[in-house]
């Protein structure tokens, strides 16, 4: 009796995991990402990045005149963390910038 009940929960379990593979696949293939981190344009492709963020990296490179250094890129990510974006972001780091050049 045991092992006949122990076979129909294992089963109701098995086909139950098949229905929640197919629903999560059906979703991911609806949010597919080939990768990532690809370079599209010239651009690094990830989360949190948009449009606005990258052209204001760019601007950055272009005020500096090279490419940020580790405490630089911290500042930076962590201003995007915060949701930061588009001209704000930029101003936001500079201000980051003088304060951690004074310090």
């Known amino acids: 009796m045991e092992l006949i009940?122990?076979?129909?929960?294992?089963?109701?379990f098995l086909v139950l995991m098949i229905i929640m593979f197919i629903l999560g696949?059906?979703?991911?293939l609806k949010t597919k990402v080939e990768d990532p981190l690809a370079l599209t344009d010239l651009e690094i492709v990830g989360e949190g990045w948009d449009k606005d963020t990258f052209i204001e990296f760019e601007k950055i490179i272009d005020i500096l005149?090279?490419?940020?250094?580790?405490?630089?890129?911290?500042i930076f990510l962590n201003l995007?963390?915060?949701?930061?974006?588009?001209?704000?972001?930029?101003?936001k780091f500079l201000e980051e910038l003088k304060k951690h050049q004074h310090h």
Request: proline share 3%.
């Open 65 to 74: 005149g090279r490419e940020p250094n580790e405490d630089e890129m911290r």
């Open 80 to 91: 995007v963390e915060e949701g930061y974006h588009g001209d704000t972001l930029l101003h």
């Open 25 to 28: 696949y059906k979703e991911a």
């Open 5 to 12: 009940l122990s076979i129909i929960i294992a089963a109701a």
